[in-house]
């Protein structure tokens, strides 16, 4: 069975650049979830998609990070401007109808 | 909104030892399901328990947890850790209606040692 993809595996970006990360869910799955990971916050929900459609979109996370979901196999996080305070692990995870979570491996993210 | 409540920070054991990893909850809801997710390091999380009937032990891979909603605690137990243990633990309701979705805590670190 194929997982959840993340692309890229890591990734460097200058403070003040825009950067987009990649998840394609699994398949039939039609809920779809961002996370940041880190130490000290943990998981953080940053966006969640049913059936493509827009229902949280993590609240303090607005203003410079957006989620899109164009087509039920691939969605994009876009951070725009990167600032080093978001240097994390970005996780997507899909679930079938809020089931079981199937995670994809993450992109760990450098902002420099 | 939902919050969730784990053993904080580090948890550092000797193979061999039992472990209990706490959790507690808050939620509106009645109508509440609970997983315990696993995080071997540079993985990703996978589910490690579930559970939704009150007061009913659920067990994999030797891990135990009974979900007790008079408490709103579904705490994750081990007789006896490996060093393969090691992990990030997480744990996270599942409430909130027709819009349910995971509400994950910080996570505990498990450390085991030879």
């Known amino acids: 069975d194929a997982g959840v993809t993340q692309t890229p595996r890591h990734e460097v970006a200058e403070k003040g650049q825009t950067i987009i990360l990649k998840c394609e869910p699994v398949?039939?799955?039609?809920?779809l979830f961002w996370y940041r990971q880190t130490k000290i916050q943990g998981l953080e929900l940053l966006s969640y998609f049913r059936s493509k459609s827009l229902m949280e979109d993590g609240g303090a996370f607005k203003d410079r990070f957006k989620a899109e979901m164009l087509n039920s196999s691939f969605s994009t996080l876009k951070i725009q401007p990167t600032e080093p305070k978001d240097s994390a692990v970005y996780l997507c995870?899909?679930?079938?109808?809020?089931?079981?979570?199937?995670f994809g491996s993450g992109t760990r993210l450098l902002v420099i | 909104g939902d919050s969730v409540t784990q053993t904080e920070g580090l948890v550092t054991l000797t193979e061999g030892l039992p472990v209990k990893l706490n959790c507690t909850y808050q939620t509106a809801y009645s109508d509440v399901a609970f997983f315990w997710y696993v995080q071997h390091l540079n993985e990703a999380p996978k589910l490690l328990l579930r559970s939704s009937t009150d007061n009913k032990r659920t067990e994999h891979q030797g891990f135990h947890a009974t979900l007790h909603k008079s408490s709103s605690s579904f705490h994750l137990q081990k007789s006896s850790v490996q060093l393969s243990d090691s992990a990030l633990y997480f744990c996270a309701p599942l409430s909130g209606g027709s819009n349910a979705k995971l509400t994950f805590g910080k996570g505990t670190k498990l450390s085991v040692k030879s």
């Open positions: 995870a899909s679930s079938r109808d809020n089931s079981d979570y199937t």
């Open positions: 398949s039939g799955h039609n809920d």
